[in-house]
């Protein structure tokens, strides 16, 4: 069974500042087994490796005790948004390869903060508008792709793609979404997602066929020196995010773009609070939880926010050649 494995299925990694969560995922979708480990205090700090040799050990000590997880099993390994700099624009159709990628970089370098000299960069191809294609470069920094690359050795998994959090939230939602909640996917032109997690949150608005127009990441420490007395964010975070919507809602309004609902993700997106408070300035912004609307049966929906990333991540490692043409920064 274990060999079949490598052939069958495929194994998403997400891994943060207190967790490591993994899905292993089925060559038709179905999800058969999640884990999470929590990681201790200090080991991960700012969507950083800080001590790789220490959490590569830790890491394999945890998952040697896992069946499902077998050497030669293909994986793709998520990086935190926050740490990825992004920026898209429609170019030439006609333009392929080296010229393409000579024409991206020049002017992605002028709008990016990262010299490309210290950074991996990827290239995703997505919509076309009459002879132009949306074309979105993404970036970061090599030691930090480093850090997270290095945990996972060929004895443990196969690695074939690295990719963003969010633009595995965004597969999962895709592949997932119940049939009476697929009009959501029909009659909006744009998604907008919000992931939260236990320490970031971030924003990220795609097209339906997937590429990047807007991605923001921020830290709770920004909003609010609260401490968390109990499992629920603070309401001074829960009205600060509000805000943060609201100003993205108004971004895309002035840009000509509509967004009409926001999809909530993440391991405090299940609160109550989020569901209840409107979340547009006018009121007219659906909020939605993955949870509600996605069809995984063997989890539940808490579950599914909770293990959503990695699902989508292992969805890309069991089918790698439909996903070939996103973005990876192992390519």
Wanted: proline share 4%; with cysteine.
């Amino acid at each position: 069974m274990a060999l079949l494995d490598r052939f069958t299925t495929g194994i998403g990694i997400d891994i943060s500042q207190h967790h490591l969560r993994l899905a292993q995922v089925s060559l038709f979708g179905t999800v058969w087994n999640t884990h999470e480990i929590e990681l201790p205090e200090g080991l991960i700090q700012d969507d950083a490796v800080l001590k790789p040799s220490e959490l590569q050990t830790l890491i394999k000590q945890k998952l040697s005790r896992l069946s499902w997880i077998q050497p030669g099993t293909p994986a793709v390994l998520l990086l935190p948004d926050s740490r990825v700099f992004y920026y898209g624009d429609l170019y030439p159709s006609s333009l392929k390869g080296s010229q393409l990628k000579a024409m991206v970089f020049e002017k992605a370098q002028k709008e990016i903060p990262l010299p490309f000299s210290q950074a991996i960069l990827t290239l995703s191809q997505g919509d076309r508008v009459e002879d132009q294609t949306r074309t979105t470069v993404y970036a970061v920094e090599r030691e930090v792709i480093k850090g997270f690359t290095s945990l996972f050795s060929e004895r443990l998994v196969r690695l074939i793609a690295v990719e963003t959090n969010s633009k595995s939230v965004l597969r999962f939602v895709q592949k997932t979404i119940r049939s009476e909640h697929r009009h959501l996917l029909k009659q909006n032109n744009v998604f907008f997602l919000i992931d939260l997690g236990s320490s970031w949150m971030n924003a990220s608005v795609y097209t339906k066929k997937g590429a990047c127009l807007y991605t923001r990441s921020i830290p709770y420490k920004q909003f609010t020196h609260e401490k968390r007395s109990s499992a629920k964010l603070p309401q001074t975070i829960v009205d600060s995010i509000a805000g943060v919507i609201d100003e993205i809602v108004l971004h895309f309004r002035q840009e000509g773009i509509s967004l009409e609902c926001v999809l909530l993700s993440g391991v405090e997106a299940w609160d109550e609070r989020f569901i209840a408070k409107p979340l547009s300035e006018e009121g007219t912004l659906s909020v939605i939880r993955v949870g509600d609307v996605l069809d995984v049966k063997t989890l539940t929906p808490k579950e599914l926010h909770v293990f959503g990333a990695c699902i989508g991540a292992g969805i890309r490692a069991a089918t790698p050649f439909i996903y070939n043409y996103q973005h990876n920064f192992l390519s």
